[in-house]
């Protein structure tokens, strides 16, 4: 593995190999995990032309644990302002002797443009690219259901909300059909659905009740309003009184039922306080579990 710029097609063997490998760096609590000198000298450079609160930092926690040092370019006052081209950013920082670049990007394929641009040495990690992949959260939501679920042959899963926008929604789909999970279910109204989603293997559904049915784990995702042409926008109002996730709805799920979300969260739109912060809820571990899970990602990166 040179790049991870996506989870389709990662082979079974590699997504356990990483799965593994995060295991051993997470310790025995899910607070600590081990710092080792893995990485000492190389240098990473995380790229972040969009938000970020916990893909970045976990990504510079994880770095900083292998030992690396953590280069943050700031987007905002970097000489993209002038008009230079993302080609030419990477250029100057390849000149600067990056080892490896963390990519998130509004436009899909960013990352992939620029691992074909790069020099033989010098890895990329796509830490979302538009509408279209993020695998690093698709690998610490795969780590966290089997903390708390083992054995993904056993498992329904149903992922809610706005699919249509969502670049997490479709790594998780790649990443949980791979480890063999039987039943992907996506819950969604038809506005916020692609086209034809059922060739992913999924199963769809419009109705919140039906689609709760025996459920063990639930995966919840905003509404990713930057992303929408406003007319397509739901109002909050309208969308939480049909697919917000209340106490009330998480009881037709399986009582032992997993929640999840990988954030940031939009209180009383998708998600009811009560179940975001509930005994059900795993929302906090996944952030911790994501440390462990991007360490084991830029370790193995390295090795080739
Ligand atoms: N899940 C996720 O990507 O969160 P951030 O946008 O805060 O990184």
């Given at each position: ?115 074909q641009h790069v020099g ?160 059900q809820s795993v929302i ?21």
């Amino acid at each position: 593995l040179r790049h991870l710029l996506t989870t389709e097609g990662l082979p079974i063997t590699i997504l356990q190999r990483i799965l593994d490998t995060a295991e051993s760096f997470a310790g025995v609590t899910e607070r600590e995990v081990k710092k080792i000198p893995l990485l000492r000298g190389k240098s990473i450079f995380n790229l972040f032309f969009e938000p970020s609160t916990r893909t970045r930092t976990t990504f510079e926690i994880a770095a900083k644990r292998l030992s690396a040092d953590v280069i943050n370019l700031n987007v905002a006052v970097s000489s993209q302002t002038k008009g230079e081209t993302l080609l030419d950013t990477v250029n100057n920082l390849s000149a600067m002797h990056a080892d490896m670049f963390v990519v998130r990007h509004s436009q899909s394929g960013a990352a992939h443009l620029i691992a074909q641009h790069v020099g033989p040495d010098i890895h990329v990690i796509n830490a979302g690219d538009g509408w279209h992949a993020h695998p690093t959260q698709a690998l610490l939501d795969m780590f966290t259901i089997r903390r708390y679920k083992q054995d993904f042959r056993a498992l329904r899963v149903a992922i809610i909300g706005d699919i249509l926008h969502s670049r997490v929604a479709r790594s998780q789909i790649h990443a949980l059909a791979t480890l063999g999970v039987p039943e992907i279910r996506v819950i969604a109204p038809k506005t916020l659905l692609p086209a034809k989603i059922e060739r992913l293997g999924v199963h769809v559904y419009h109705n919140m009740a039906q689609g709760l049915k025996d459920i063990d784990v639930l995966m919840m995702l905003r509404l990713q309003h930057e992303r929408m042409e406003s007319a397509h926008l739901p109002s909050t109002e309208e969308y939480f009184k049909y697919y917000g996730l209340t106490p009330e709805r998480l009881a037709l799920a399986k009582s032992d039922a997993i929640v999840m979300h990988p954030g940031p969260m939009n209180r009383g739109v998708e998600i009811d306080s009560e179940v975001a912060d509930g005994a059900q809820s795993v929302i906090l571990p996944q952030v911790s579990f994501g440390i462990a899970v991007r360490m084991a990602v830029m370790s193995m990166l390295t090795k080739n």
